[in-house]
C-alpha cells in the first residue's frame, strides 16, 4: 500500500527576520538585515543564495547554523521546530547535522595545528572514534574523500603547508566529519584562484549525488550558482525577491532586480570570476522607508511599489517572485 510522501523538507525556514541594533547607546536603531525569509532546501538539493554586499546573504547562514538567534521566525529541520529545543545537548545534535565552511580558508584552520589534529576534534567531539588506530584511518578517510593524498602525508602538514584551494578542502573535510546532513558554504571559492573554483564546486557536486548531502550556497557569482545549484535565491535588501529552478530562473528572470543582475552579466558560461555589479546609493537598511526595498532602483515602479511591501507570490514550475508586477493571487502560501 503506497502513501502519498509526507516527508517533511530537510530545513524549512519560515520568515525568518533579523533585526541588528546599531548606532550607539544615545541613539539607538535598528538596522533591518533579514525581512521575512521563507524556503525550503531538500534532501541532496544543492540550493543557491545569490546577491550583492550587504543584501543579507550572511546572516541567513549565521541564524541557519544557529551562530545567531533570529528575531522573528521559524526554522525546522526534518520539520522539528529547533529554536525552541533546549541549548546544550540539542545543539550540539544541530551542529552534527548541519555544519558552516566560510569564505577565508587561511582565517579558518589555526596554524600552530597539523591537519590531522584538525579534524580529530570534530570526530572527538561528537564520539565518531573508539580507539587511535580508529581516529587515524577515519582522518584519512576524510583526506581520501576531498581529494588531499596521500592522506598520511597531508595529515602531517601545518595550514601554512597548503595551497588556499586545499585548505578549503580541509574545511570541507572537517565540515564531514560529523556526517552532516546539510552544510552552508558561505562563498566557499570566492577567496580561491579561478583555476581551482571548479575543483571545489566539483567536490561538493560529488557530495551531494554520492553521499545525498544538502548545500545552501553562497555566492556573488551567478555562473557558478547555475553550475551547482538545482535552485537559486536571489536577495535583494534583507529580501528575498525571487527564487525558482536555476535554468528556468536565469532564462527567464521574472523580478526587475533579477533582470538588472543579468543584464550587468551578459554571458554565464564564465569563468566563475564574474561578480555581480558594483552599484551606486545602498539600499536603506536602517529605518527602511516603506514599500518595495527596490522601488528605487526600478524601471518598472508603480505607486503601490513605495506605500507596500510586496509579498511572495508562488507561480508554476516551483518560482516564487517578490514583486507588485505579479499580483497575489486571493491567498497565496509564503513561500
Ligand atoms: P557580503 O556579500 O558582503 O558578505 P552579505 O549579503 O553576506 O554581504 P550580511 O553579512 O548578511 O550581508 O549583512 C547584511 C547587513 O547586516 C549588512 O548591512 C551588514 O552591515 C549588517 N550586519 C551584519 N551583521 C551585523 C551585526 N552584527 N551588527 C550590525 N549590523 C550587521
Ligand atoms: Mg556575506
Redesign the pocket.
Known sequence: MSEPDQTPPLLDVQQLG?L???GGWLRPKH?R??HDASFTLGHGEILALV????????????LCVRL?APTSGRILLDGRDVLHEERGHATLAYRRRVQMIF?DPFGSLNPARTIGQHLERPLLLHDKAKTRADLSARVHALLDTVGLVPAPEVAAKYPQELSGGQRQRVAIARALAVEPDLILA??PVSMLDVSIRADVLNLMLDLKEKRGISFLY?T?DLASARYVADRMMV?YA?HIVEAGPSDALLEKPLHPYTNLLLSAVPELEGSFARGLPARSGAPA?VDPPPGCPFAARCPDVTDICRRETPRPVSLDEGRVVRCHLYPEPSRTRSE
Open positions: 533579523k541588528y541594533r546599531v538596522l538585515a533579514l546577491g550583492e554586499s550587504g543584501s543579507g546573504k550572511s546572516t541567513i547562514a549565521r545567531e569564505q558561505d562563498e553562497i556573488h536577495m534583507g537598511l
